[in-house]
């Protein structure tokens, strides 16, 4: 059974930063296409940054240049690195796994807010 404990969510205010992490378990982490997404309130759940097991690496427009998604396969962790917040970036922010085979889980997520 996959497990996500996400962590690093919080109040910010315009400017500062946040990291998050996901640490995973309950599959081989390794493997998966890892992706952070994000839902504000009454808006779609869109996808913020993935990164495969090779590291590739994508990013949303909206986040360029601003957020770095990264991972640690011996800690089986995830993480993102918010610099330059805004408050357009409040949401709710998920963990997500995904394989090739049609695999996918999601973490329970950790809310970022930033105000001022």
């Known amino acids: 059974q996959a497990q996500f404990v996400e962590s690093g969510g919080g109040l910010v205010q315009p400017g500062g930063s946040l990291r998050l992490s996901c640490a995973a378990s309950?599959?081989?982490?390794?493997?998966?296409?890892m992706s952070w997404y994000r839902q504000a309130p009454e808006k779609e759940r869109e996808l913020v940054a993935s990164?495969?097991?090779?590291?590739?690496?994508n990013y949303a427009d909206s986040v360029k240049g601003r957020f770095t998604i990264s991972r640690d396969n011996a800690k089986n962790t995830l993480y993102l690195q918010m610099n330059s917040l805004k408050p357009e970036d409040t949401a709710k922010y998920y963990c997500n796994a995904f394989h090739w085979s049609g695999e996918i889980y999601w973490g329970q997520g950790t809310q970022v807010t930033v105000s001022s």
């Open positions: 309950g599959f081989t982490f390794s493997s998966y296409v």
């Open positions: 990164i495969t097991s090779t590291d590739s690496r």
